[in-house]
Each structure stands twice: as structure tokens, then as C-alpha cells.
């Protein structure tokens, strides 16, 4: 029998939004998304990196979406400084779902994008040192 090889992680994760401009434009202000410049038609929008991150407008507006309280989709991205960025985002009227606090990934805290997706902001990729050792 033939072997097939699958990568470790997944290669591109599209989400379902009600209105990919708008969520376009949410990932490019708050997140550093940088658009492919492949026209992928008016329902769709993908960003250059890896995995690949795209917008569907698969769920149609009327619909019902997802909320942060019912999705099991949880996207995390990783800042420099988180706290700068959680400030920009208040600023900004996102929807902060949990505020930001010292944990195994460095600052961390997470907001809502446009459609109710949970959206964390994170600092280190790898939790060394965790927990912290006492003095």
C-alpha cells in the first residue's frame, strides 16, 4: 500500500464571515494582515504567511454566525507587546473578551473580531520557565 505523507499543521485556515471587506479590514488595522494579491472574487480575501489565512463570505449576512461564548474556533496571534496592541484595540471599541494577564505565553488577552470569533493576542510561542519559580 502507498504512503501519503501529511504535513504536521495545517497549511491554510479560511473562516466564514458575514462580510469580508469589513472583516478584511479588521485583520489588516488590528493584526498586520498583509492581503495576497490574487483577486480571489468580491467573497473572499486571503493573507500572505503561514498557514495560510483566508476570509469566506461562505456564511451569508442574516445568517446566524459565530459568538465568543458558543465558538469553538479560537485563533491566536503572537505581538511584541501585547499590552500596546490591547490598548489600540480598546481604543478602538474591538471587543475584549478576556483582559490581558501574565500567563505561560508571556502577556496575553483575547478579543472578539467582527463575526464573534476568539481572537488572542499572545507574547512567547513556547512556555519556558512556566511556571514561574518563586523567590
Request: aromatic share 14%.
Amino acid at each position: 500500500m502507498r504512503q501519503t505523507a501529511v504535513t504536521t499543521s495545517p497549511g491554510f485556515i479560511s473562516i466564514a464571515v458575514s462580510d469580508v471587506s469589513r472583516s478584511a479590514a479588521f485583520y489588516e488595522r488590528h493584526l498586520g494582515g498583509v492581503r495576497d494579491t490574487f483577486d480571489f472574487g468580491p467573497d473572499a480575501v486571503a493573507f500572505v504567511g503561514w498557514p495560510t489565512f483566508a476570509l469566506s463570505a461562505a456564511r451569508r449576512p442574516g445568517q446566524p454566525g459565530p459568538s465568543p461564548e458558543t465558538t469553538s474556533i479560537q485563533l491566536w496571534w503572537r505581538a511584541s507587546d501585547a499590552q500596546a496592541l490591547y490598548e489600540r484595540v480598546v481604543e478602538a471599541k474591538v471587543r475584549i473578551l478576556t483582559e490581558p494577564f501574565d500567563g505561560p505565553f508571556g502577556r496575553t488577552f483575547t478579543m472578539a473580531d467582527p463575526d464573534g470569533y476568539r481572537i488572542t493576542i499572545y507574547e512567547k510561542d513556547q512556555p519556558l520557565f512556566w511556571p514561574p519559580k518563586s523567590r
